[in-house]
Each structure stands twice: as structure tokens, then as C-alpha cells.
């Protein structure tokens, strides 16, 4: 189901951008929903273990405080932890647990296969502290267990284990299905740090973990892959809205100042993946196809915006006698982002077409108090609060 193209360029996410404003702001009409913070409520015990499954309880080594590079309110910073893997494995279940949800917005956890343990312990040593910035990807090659490293194979889902965002639960694999694991295998968390209330400046520490499932790799079942369908983010400023960052192209050379040139590069292979080179329309809905390679069972999707996110959808063979809706959100809503499953698995064939169509909102940047200090912007893919994100996540098994 993964499609690649020749562009070296890392898009990701899952991924995005965190609320940590004063307080909730009154819904400025109806239907709006408020992303004004999340709380720091405790997370909802785990399910009980499925025949075969054990937990494996993994944590940061140590407390880290966050500091956004760059004069920034936004840091991705990876973390690597060892599961202590002495044979094949399946993962069949995650629960991230953030320690200070005031400040961690999101998180994705790849497997790194054994040859590619080197690489990330290089990369934490090589960075002060514990973990190592990691905007756009983990910086790590796809080696022998996936990665999500430097290049689109990380947006479009190399590497994948499971992702938590505000309102997100424990993760279930369906029956039958799992994450394989090599043996010697280690975990990278990607956190995404937002300090965008308190203007980038360092507050509280973070020891966030995660506790895995895991059936032993004799099991007979059908390995989990998850497809990330992303689409490009061409939100103009409103009518009543002016100021340098309107413009386009400074607005693009603003993302890459404040996360590097690859997340600058994003925008155009978006562009290139979605619109194939063509010029950019601007407008608040965009959407994106891609096409189906291989042969799968869709399990569940998930949808993926930031705070001027007002819709999404995720289609299967759109505008086709075939056509069906996998995920449909008419009122999106940043703080619950969980995975839903589908009814019955939906067979796919190489040839069929997923599409994630997105609608963003300008007019809520002055409804937001995170927002409303941030002056406009022609917003357009970005890691951070201020920027946008149109993600469908698509989770599969092969048939």
C-alpha cells in the first residue's frame, strides 16, 4: 500500500501541534469545538492482557526539560529505549503515557531494527543530553527494522509502532495482527514538545514512557503495517488579515528558519506528491490520492490536523461505483485523536485509491488564545502549533 517518490525531502508529522493556552475560550459560534489545553488527567488503565500478550513498561531514562531550538515554542526530540528483545516478536499493543501533558502534544514510537541501533545511539550521543532533535523523522536511514528516518518513508509510515495524541487511549492490534519485532530490536519515542504558552521559554521536566504488548514471534499472525496518506496545507490569510507572513513564500521560508530545510523541502514534495508539480492553489480544502500497491486488510484509521483543522476524511476509490468512506469527521476536534477501528477489515487492492481530504479554518486563529498573540500567516505543512497538518493514518494487515 506504500507509495515512495524520488524527492528527498522528510515530511513528518503524526503525525502536528499542542494546545497549552491559559484556558478554555468560549466557542466564538456554534459547532466550534475549543482546543484551548489539555488536562493533565491520569490515563485510563490498560485493557486486560489477550491469551499470549505480556507488558513491557518502557521510560525516558531521565527527566528532560524541553528546550524549542531556534527561538521556537515547538521541539521534537527523540528518545531511545530497549525493550530487551532476545527473540522475534510481535507488538500487538502501545500506550504512550505522557508525564507533563502540559507541555507534550504528541508522540510516535518506531522500531528500530538491530543494524540501526548504532545509528541512534550515535545520534543521542552526539546531542547534549539525553535523546537528540529530531524534526521530520528520527534521522535514521531505513535499515533492518523500519526507522521513520530522514526521508518520506517516515511520512509515509516506515517504521510505525503506534502514535498518541490529546485524547488518544491504549492501542489494540486486531485479532489476529501485530508489529513484527526482530530480536535486538529498540524502541525511538518521538515527543513533541509545545511551549507555545509560555513562548518557548523551559518549564517543567518530562520522563514520559510507553507499555508495550507483546506476543512472542511464533505466533501465527498477520503483520500490521500502517500507511500514512498526508496532503499538502494551502491556507491563506483571511480578507480582514495582513502582515508579512501572508505571503507565501515567506511564510515557507519561515518553517524551514524554524525547523530546518528539510521541513522547508516538505512543502514542495507535498506539492509534488499531491498536486505533481503544478502550482499551488490556495484554499481552505485540499486533499490527496494515493495508490494502493499491495494487497491488504484495513483495520483502522485515524485522522490528523492542528487547531485550524475543522474536517476530515479518508476515502476509499472516491468518485467510483467502488467508492467508501473509511473515516469521516465533520467537526474535528485536536483533542481526541484516537484510531477508529472498522466495522468488518476492508479488503484493497493494488490499483485502488485512498484519498484523506482536508477543510482548515483561518477565521479560528482569532478564537484561539494560542493563536490569537501568533500574527497571520499563509500556513502551509509544518511541525509546529502555528503551522497545519492533513494526515490520514491508516492501519493494515496483509490478506
Known amino acids: ?126 546531542d547534549d543530553g539525553d535523546g537528540w532533535t529530531c524534526f521530520s523523522g528520527t534521522g535514521i536511514s531505513s535499515g533492518s527494522g523500519g526507522g521513520g528516518g530522514n526521508g ?24 489476529g ?55 499538502p496545507i494551502e491556507l491563506p490569510c483571511g480578507p480582514d488579515e495582513s502582515g508579512p507572513l501572508c505571503d507565501r513564500t515567506t511564510a515557507v521560508q519561515d518553517v524551514g528558519n524554524r525547523f530546518g530545510y528539510t521541513a522547508q523541502l516538505a512543502v514542495t514534495a507535498l506539492n509534488f506528491l499531491c498536486n505533481r508539480g503544478q502550482e499551488p492553489t490556495p484554499g481552505t480544502t485540499q486533499h490527496c490520492d494515493q495508490t494502493v500497491r499491495a494487497a491488504g486488510q484495513v483495520q483502522a484509521v485515524a485522522g490528523h490536523m492542528h487547531l485550524l483543522g475543522r474536517s476530515i476524511k479518508v476515502e476509499l476509490n472516491p468518485d467510483t461505483p467502488k467508492a467508501r468512506t473509511l473515516l469521516d469527521v465533520p467537526v474535528y476536534n485536536f483533542d481526541d485523536q484516537n484510531a477508529h477501528p472498522v466495522s468488518e477489515p476492508v479488503t484493497v487492492a493494488p490499483g485502488d485509491v485512498l484519498r484523506v481530504t482536508c477543510t482548515h479554518d483561518a477565521s479560528l486563529r482569532r478564537q484561539l488564545p494560542e493563536l490569537k ?13 502555528s503551522d497545519e497538518m492533513c494526515l490520514g493514518i491508516v492501519i493494515w494487515a496483509r490478506p
Open 373 to 385: 498573540p501568533l500574527p497571520p500567516r499563509y500556513v502551509v505543512w509544518g511541525d509546529g502549533t
Open 177 to 231: 495482527t501485530g508489529y513484527q519485532v526482530a530480536a535486538g530490536s529498540q524502541i525511538v519515542m518521538q515527543v513533541h514538545y509545545n511551549l507555545l504558552a509560555t513562548g518557548g521559554k523551559a518549564t517543567g521536566t518530562d520522563q514520559s514512557g510507553v507499555r508495550l504488548r507483546v506476543v512472542d514471534g511464533s505466533a501465527n499472525l498477520r503483520p500490521l503495517q500502517t500507511t500514512l496518506l498526508p496532503a
Open 152 to 175: 518520506l518513508g517516515s511520512l509515509l509510515g516506515g517504521g510505525w509502532l503506534a502514535a498518541w495524541a490529546p485524547g488518544g487511549r491504549e492501542t489494540l492490534a486486531g485479532a
Open 1 to 126: 500500500m506504500r507509495r515512495t517518490l524520488p524527492v528527498l525531502a522528510v515530511l513528518l508529522l503524526v503525525a502536528s501541534a499542542c494546545s497549552t493556552g491559559p484556558g478554555p475560550a468560549a466557542p466564538a459560534e456554534p459547532g466550534l469545538v475549543d482546543h484551548a489545553g489539555h488536562t493533565a488527567a491520569p490515563a485510563p488503565p490498560s485493557e486486560p492482557l489477550r491469551d499470549g500478550e505480556r507488558f513491557i513498561d518502557l521510560r525516558m531514562a531521565n527527566p528532560y526539560l524541553p528546550v524549542p531550538p531556534r527561538g521556537g515554542t515547538d521541539q521534537y526530540r527523540c528518545f531511545l529505549v530497549d525493550p530487551q528483545l532476545a527473540a522475534p516478536a510481535y507488538v500487538t499493543g502501545a500506550q504512550f503515557l505522557p508525564e507533563n501533558p502540559a507541555v507534550v502534544h504528541h508522540a510516535i514510537l518506531f522500531r528500530i531494527g538491530p543494524d540501526d541501533v548504532a545509528k541512534a545511539k550515535s545520534l543521542d550521543a552526539a
